[in-house]
RNA sequence: GCGCCCGUAGCUCAGUCGGAUAGAGCACCAGAUUCCUAAUCUGGGGGUCACAAGUUCGAAUCUUGUCGGGCGCGCCA
């Protein structure tokens, strides 16, 4: 199946092929890139520029190459008139029948309408959220779940074989120091007050799970025996303070006893994550633990190779990685004087390990804080022999929210709204997942919860699951009436739809293969949610115009056949967003 | 200071290998429903595309500079 814009562009292509002198300077040129929908009617429905980009290289005029162009063009059903405009754009006015053919070409591939074949080349892994388990969702990693799972979409929908992976950074101090705060939150409840450590992590859920762990075998002890000894717990040495009580629960119980206490802590939070996400309708295939690559050697492996690749050097006690010579600032520390593995090395080792489980291209989706490690990451998998374009990465940027016009302050301690769990409960799965994807990833997002909850016309995401439920709700009415659509009258009578509005529903249809491409290949799901917006505004516009139940059979059929592959289309695109498509509103 | 993202209507934003008169929603104003969902539709006003140069047939788009905003510059993760 091949979107309109396709065979347009192929009709040109051919063309030139028979005009040796247009194709050797047009060699280079991709065609179909000369060649786009038009913004304005009366320019016809697509017009391509070629004529414009040959000019220069064959050193005849725009026109003059459009003239010769146009008069090679050969005979076809799809095309009604072209005609030469503007300073040398060639318009093509497309005949009803190829509108009235894509209308059939949507109802017979259904949900398969847009999607491409699948191909097995290049493999992508794409990772998102992964955010550490150190505490719930907050909205910032609501922004990242619904981008990183509808690029999903849209790749598979490009065809691509793609696995959606979460990095679970359940390694490192960060979850020395979750197990620490739980151990004293489980010894609060056990009636051992300790004074809480600055740097620990003091929300409310450390708590819960303090209370649901199994801590059987690990004895509670004294609030002396915890601190004795200790630095002190001010603002300027909590970094020491909560490493010193993590190195003291080790000393109480044991390695063993610590880790039970962490391990459960970090898989609680983990599991709640993922229960978070499965709700919001962004499943992983893969949860990559940190862990894992530590224990498998592979972060070894991976320094391993740079080594031998003589990518490695000593200074000042510790092993640094030469990232100057891939473009970064400074070279980066990968194990420091006192043996640890960076944060660094474990991810070249992540890096690395995508790519030998057989991934071609890995695309990575972070918050806009991280930008400053691609560089370091990228030279890191080139060192290693691979590309540096092989790995990706999409930031996306921050998330403000607002209430009645103000912005609403985040942060644990407000109490305030803050987490994803929050705002979905608030608005609804469906508009947060719509919000979220409405504007470009690497622009700052301002998420007014008033729009995003009202349900109303302030609010896209019903406008266009209104035109979806509208439709449903004309073929019930029919099977009221006693009536039926008759499909295969409506394609014998296709030419009944001929208004303004209803060329223009068709046009908009159309689109939605070359929608989806621009928005896959761009990462760029915005592009899908404008144009269903406008898809659903061309559905209303003509909907309000003609009532046409109570057509002659023929005129009915046919009009039917219009809103059922409007139904099928806005159903695969708020599909691609993780968005429903309801039957009743 | 250096690097990355950005600056388009009163507000929120589209405009992606440079293209024709810069678009949409909200808000505002005026209208439409004995009729398949009015969560809808029709019409209207509203712009120095931050600013200044440059590149060319043509610039919101590319280049440079200035101003303004966000983020990042650890032997943290």
Redesign the pocket.
């Known amino acids: 199946m091949r979107a309109m814009k396709q065979i347009v562009a192929q009709l040109v292509s051919d063309a030139i092929a028979t005009l040796p002198e247009l194709a050797d300077a047009a060699a280079d ?2 065609i ?3 060649v ?1 929908r ?3 009617a ?3 429905d697509f ?1 391509s ?1 070629i004529a ?2 040959l ?2 290289p064959v050193r005849k005029s ?1 026109r003059d190459i459009a003239a010769s162009l146009i008069n090679a063009l050969g005979d076809n059903e799809i095309i009604d008139k072209v005609e030469i ?7 093509f006015y497309l005949s009803p029948v190829a509108f009235h053919a894509e209308l059939e070409t949507i109802l017979e591939a259904g949900e398969d309408y847009g999607r491409q074949p699948q191909r097995d080349h290049p493999k992508i892994l794409l990772e998102f959220v992964s955010a ?1 388990p150190t505490g719930p969702l907050h909205v910032g990693h609501g922004r990242g779940a619904s981008y990183g799972a509808t690029v999903g979409n849209l790749l598979e929908a490009a065809g691509y074989p793609v696995s959606r992976e979460y990095y679970v ?1 359940d ?5 020395d120091i979750l197990g620490a705060s739980v151990w004293l939150r489980w010894l609060e409840a056990s009636g051992v007050d300790v004074d809480f450590p600055k740097g620990g992590y003091r929300g409310d859920y450390i708590r819960d799970i303090a209370s649901e762990i199994d801590t059987g075998g690990i004895e509670v002890v004294t609030a002396e025996a915890v601190t004795d000894g200790l630095p002190e717990n001010t603002d300027d040495n909590k ?1 020491e303070y909560v490493d010193a009580l993590v190195a003291r629960c080790k000393e109480l119980h044991g390695e063993d006893g610590f880790n039970k206490i962490r391990q459960q802590s970090l898989e609680s939070i983990r599991d709640e994550i993922r229960a978070d996400l499965e709700e919001f309708g962004v499943h992983f295939d893969e949860w990559f633990s ?1 862990q894992s690559l530590t224990q498998s050697n592979r972060v070894d492996d991976a320094l391993a190779v740079l080594d031998e690749r003589g990518m490695l050097y000593k ?4 092993t640094w990685f030469p990232s100057i010579q891939y473009g970064d ?2 070279d ?2 990968v ?4 043996g ?5 090395a ?1 991810d070249i080792a992540y890096h690395f390990d995508k790519r030998e489980r057989g991934y071609d291209h890995l695309i990575d989706i972070l ?7 691609v ?1 370091r990451v990228r030279g890191g998998l080139e060192a290693m022999g691979y590309e540096a374009d092989d790995l990706e990465v999409q ?1 996306v ?2 998330v403000t929210l607002y209430r009645s016009g103000e912005r609403v302050q985040m942060g644990t301690r407000s109490g305030q709204f803050d987490t994803l769990r929050q705002l979905r409960e608030e608005v609804g799965n469906d508009a947060a997942r719509f919000y979220y994807v ?3 990833n ?5 998420f ?1 919860l008033d ?1 995003a909850k009202s ?6 995401v ?2 266009i ?3 979806h ?2 439709i ?3 073929f ?3 099977a ?1 009436l006693s009536l039926a659509w008759d499909a295969d009258n409506a394609k014998a009578t296709m030419d009944n739809l001929s208004s303004q ?1 209803e060329k223009a529903l068709m046009t908009a249809l159309s689109r939605y293969p070359e929608i989806l491409e ?1 928005a896959a ?2 990462r ?1 799901p ?2 899908l949610v ?1 144009y269903l ?2 898809l ?2 061309d559905f ?2 003509w ?8 057509d002659p059979d023929n005129v009915r059929d046919a ?1 039917l056949a219009l809103c059922a592959a409007t139904k099928v289309v806005i159903a695969n695109g708020l599909g691609i967003l993780g968005v429903s498509a ?4």
Request: hydrophobic share 25%; no cysteine.
């Open positions: 040129l991709s179909e890139s000369t786009e038009t913004r304005d009366s320019h016809g017009a520029n414009m980009r000019a220069k725009p405009a503007g300073p040398g754009f060639i318009n550490n950074n390694a490192g101090r960060q979850m970094d940190e200074k000042d006690g510790a600032d400074k980066r520390v194990v420091r004087d006192n640890v593995k960076t944060y660094f474990s918050g806009a804080d991280h930008h400053g490690y560089t930031f940027q921050f409405s504007r470009s690497d622009q700052h997002l301002d007014d729009v349900q109303s016309n302030d609010n896209p019903y406008y699951q209104y035109a439920a509208r449903t709700s004309v019930e009415k029919l009221d509005q621009l290949n761009n760029a915005q592009h404008h917006r406008d659903a505004a209303h516009s909907y309000n115009a003609n009532k046409f139940i109570e009009r309801p039957d009743k509103m």
